[in-house]
């Protein structure tokens, strides 16, 4: 069984597939991937997660609302999130942390960034 369960949620399958795959460079990782925040919410509550990776501009519905909904749900409101959102997007960089991301990301995404971020976040030696 993986030591960390890390959810992705990004609605370009591309971006998801990049991240997913810098990610499993990790060890006693395992990825979920989910396309928008209603299927996070789902893949939340069906299952434990180490960590959350969330694209703010997203359809039905966007990372800055999953992340308000994370951080007011006593369950969930411990679990470290990240915030990837396009370069440029100074205000939603500010509204993320202000709604409590714990990290923030541009795209395009650096791995070496990415897994920097994650094993900071999740105090892990890779």
């Not at 925040?37 to 180490?50: H, I, M, N, R």
């Amino acid at each position: 069984m993986a030591a960390y369960n890390l959810l992705i949620v990004e609605d370009s399958p591309t971006m998801r597939q990049l991240i997913s795959f810098s990610l499993k460079r990790l060890k006693n990782v395992k990825i979920v991937e989910a396309t928008n925040g209603v299927d996070a919410l789902k893949k939340l509550s069906e299952e434990k997660f180490s960590l959350i990776i969330a694209d703010i501009n997203m359809p039905l519905m966007d990372g800055l609302k999953l992340l308000s909904i994370i951080r007011s749900d006593p369950i969930y409101n411990n679990i470290p999130v990240i915030i990837v959102t396009t370069e440029g997007a100074e205000a939603d960089r500010e509204k993320g942390i202000k709604l409590g991301a714990n990290a923030y990301l541009s795209k395009p995404i650096q791995t070496t960034e990415l897994l920097k971020v994650v094993t900071g976040l999740l105090k892990i030696e890779n």
